[in-house]
């Protein structure tokens, strides 16, 4: 629990998943957003001005094209000793630095999944940043999942796996999805057994702590069935075409951190 005021710009995706998170974990959650959330147990504030007066931690959820707007009108409003966590892609500490000062700041990329309390984020924080500080970035983020802690230099790479990730898993469970239903499976039934066995699967490798090799071969059966989709995979580049993919994905994180 802290007493510091929350306040949130942005409620779309993600700032709706992490203030769900946040709920009931502070005394006063508050929001702006050009387009309010009815559905959101929030206090929405009529201007950015009005949000950030009466917080002691402002967390930045708008899509990175909408920071420059967004921080301008920071700036009219009494922002110097407060804590800016910023969740966005491709918007470096530099750049936010270089328009509100030397403020306290958290860079963090978060991931979807943090709305159903399985979030991964990677917290970047300042050097030296206060302890209650980061007790209060810990709060927000192991509210809705896991977090771990690095540097800004390797945000790029984490945004390729724990930020943009969900939309490679969920393309792979509809793809084994699609394919059950080709063999006459119904659709509801079909996305069940396709989420669940990732759910499983990622669970058993967090839990048991084994290297995913030797999973694969626990379920590879000799002569099984198994064994003759793994060999289908290799030959089709799977895991070549997941860490283009990743890589694709890093490359544009780079490109959008240098405008
Ligand atoms: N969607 C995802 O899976 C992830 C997104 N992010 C980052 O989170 C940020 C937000 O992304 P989403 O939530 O997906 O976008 P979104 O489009 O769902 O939400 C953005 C919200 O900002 C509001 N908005 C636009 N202009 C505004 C303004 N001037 N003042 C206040 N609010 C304004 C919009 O009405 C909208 O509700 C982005 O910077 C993105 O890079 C980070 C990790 C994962
Ligand atoms: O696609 C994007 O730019 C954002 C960042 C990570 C996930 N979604």
Redesign the pocket.
């Known amino acids: 629990m802290t007493n510091k005021i929350l306040g949130f ?7 709706s998943a992490i203030i769900g998170g946040v709920i009931g974990k502070t005394d006063t959650v508050n929001a ?4 309010k ?1 009815e559905n959101l147990a929030v206090n929405y504030k009529e201007s ?1 001005a009005d949000l950030v007066n009466p917080s002691g931690v402002i967390v930045l ?4 094209n ?1 920071f420059e ?2 921080l301008a ?1 920071v700036k009219n409003a009494d922002y110097k000793d407060k804590l800016f966590i910023s ?5 470096t500490k530099d750049y936010i630095k270089e328009k509100l000062g030397d403020v306290k700041l958290v860079r963090v ?4 999944p943090l709305c159903v309390g399985e979030g991964m984020s990677v917290v970047c924080p300042d050097d030296g940043l206060p302890d209650s500080d980061m007790e209060i970035v810990k709060l927000i983020f192991e509210s809705s999942g896991k977090m771990c802690i690095m540097s800004e230099d390797y945000i790029n790479k984490a ?1 390729a796996v724990n ?2 990730g ?1 939309a490679y898993v969920f393309m792979f469970i509809e793809a084994m999805a699609d394919a059950l239903v080709k063999n006459g499976v119904d659709r509801k039934n079909s996305y069940t057994l396709a989420a669940q066995t990732v759910l499983g699967s990622a669970k058993m490798m967090l839990e048991t702590g084994l290297h995913p090799g030797i999973l694969k071969d626990m379920v590879c059966s000799p002569a099984g069935t198994t064994i003759d989709a793994v060999i289908d995979l290799e030959k089709t580049g799977f895991r070549h075409a997941v860490m283009s993919a990743v890589q694709k994905c890093t490359d544009k994180s780079v490109e959008m951190s240098k405008k």
């Open positions: 710009i942005g409620t779309g995706n993600m700032g702006y957003d050009i387009k959330n950015i959820c708008v899509k990175p909408m707007t967004v009108e969740i966005a892609a491709g918007i990329m978060p991931n979807l945004i930020g943009s969900p």
